[in-house]
T-cell receptor, first 114, second 112 residues
Framework: DTEVTQTPKHLVMGMTNKKSLKCEQH?????MYWYKQKAKKPPELMFV???????INESVPSRFSPECPNSSLLNLHLHALQPEDSALYLC?????????????FGPGTRLTVL | SQQGEEDPQALSIQEGENATMNCSYK?????LQWYRQNSGRGLVHLIL?????REKHSGRLRVTLDTSKKSSSLLITASRAADTASYFC????????????FGTGTQLKVEL
């Protein structure tokens, strides 16, 4: 299985809602990532988990809270978001070589914040 | 910002023609990777070239890397309408752990 799955595909939420994005992989990868992508822009790294521990937080606002319950799952908890947080949220995974290896991306969750 | 730059930003060609995209970056790297993204979808990795390699081929793809100029190019030969997508280079740099830094991207349109 060489697939990264993400749910939901689309999410519309109000600024007072709490929601979660989910990501799953069964490739045995021990690094997992969250990216945010705006239209016609490159993906922007948000978080990196390595061996289920948070290793990189790119100064992301606390209204985004990542969680890695086990080596196959990655969640992104959302609370009190702003309209400017509307974007495509991509999850990815990779093996853990030095210097970054190929990443496998999920199809993304299209988030709209009203 | 460590972000690399790609040019052109947009490229429109006829089916059967070759497409060349260029990527420049700023830091020392371990490897450089190319990804394709169809509209609104996830990214698909195309090819990885290590810092000690100069050229790599995969099917209709040819990637070159010039570390002295901090630049790379992606050539797609005999393009097809299905190649229409955005293409991003991404660099894994020394001391960066598992972090990739993506370039600004090239939007390729292949017309019939």
């Amino acid at each position: 299985d060489t697939e990264v799955t993400q749910t939901p595909k689309h999410l519309v939420m109000g600024m007072t809602n709490k929601k979660s994005l989910k990501c799953e992989q069964h490739m045995g990868h021990r690094a997992m990532y969250w990216y945010k992508q705006k239209a016609k822009k490159p993906p922007e790294l948000m978080f990196v988990y390595s061996y289920e521990k948070l290793s990189i937080n790119e100064s992301v606002p606390s209204r985004f809270s990542p969680e890695c319950p086990n080596s196959s799952l990655l969640n992104l908890h959302l609370h009190a978001l702003q309209p400017e947080d509307s974007a495509l949220y991509l999850c990815a995974s990779s093996q853990v070589p030095a210097g970054a290896g190929l990443q496998f991306f999920g199809p993304g969750t299209r988030l709209t914040v009203l | 910002s460590q972000q690399g730059e790609e040019d052109p930003q947009a490229l429109s060609i006829q089916e059967g023609e070759n497409a060349t995209m260029n990527c420049s970056y700023k830091t020392s790297i371990n490897n450089l990777q190319w990804y394709r993204q169809n509209s609104g979808r996830g990214l698909v990795h195309l090819i990885l070239i290590r810092s000690n390699e100069r050229e790599k081929h995969s099917g209709r793809l040819r990637v070159t890397l010039d570390t002295s100029k901090k630049s790379s190019s992606l050539l797609i030969t005999a393009s097809r309408a299905a190649d229409t997508a955005s293409y991003f280079c991404a660099t894994g740099f020394t001391g960066g752990g598992n972090k990739l830094t993506f370039g600004t991207g090239t939007q390729l349109k292949v017309e019939l």
